[in-house]
């Protein structure tokens, strides 16, 4: 079987281009925010799956869910993936929308995980200095790992600076075994 995000991607894109061309990508990201939302509610799941309820129907309970937040371009993707039975998707092409969107505007996430809460000071500290490194608007996502004991391990795509005092305690104890 394909990887999902192999098969949510095309649905990303036509999402992205959608916005793009509405010139609404703030609202196309809330919209697929709140039906991956939905979608992932473990009591849709039953009803997603059921027998019982046409596509239409599927649809229109969808749409009432959403309530008023959902424009017709966007009434009619749900549409489309329910049709293509892959309304399930909706939060990989979420996170795939927002990839696209984040590189569009320039934007990088960057997520930091420290042995204790950072203040808003720290964060922002570590948000302007890695912003002048890669010349991008960042991103912070914060996380708190216990196990690091102290300092910070920092994640952005591929690279990763390990600044925790468990890290530099491995390194230490890989120099005593050699």
Known sequence: MLEKATIARPYANAAFDQAIEEGKLGEWSSMLN???VIVSDNNMHAVINSPKLSDEQLHQFIIDVAGDKLSQTSKNFIRILIDAERILLAADIFE????KRAAAEGISDVEVVSAYALDDAQ?????????KRLSKKIEVNTEEDKNLIGGV???MGDSVIDASLRGRLKELNSVFAQ
């Open 96 to 99: 795939l929308f927002e990839q």
């Open 34 to 36: 709140l039906l991956s």
């Open 153 to 155: 391990i920092i994640r």
């Open 123 to 131: 964060i922002n500290s570590i948000s302007e200095s890695i912003s």
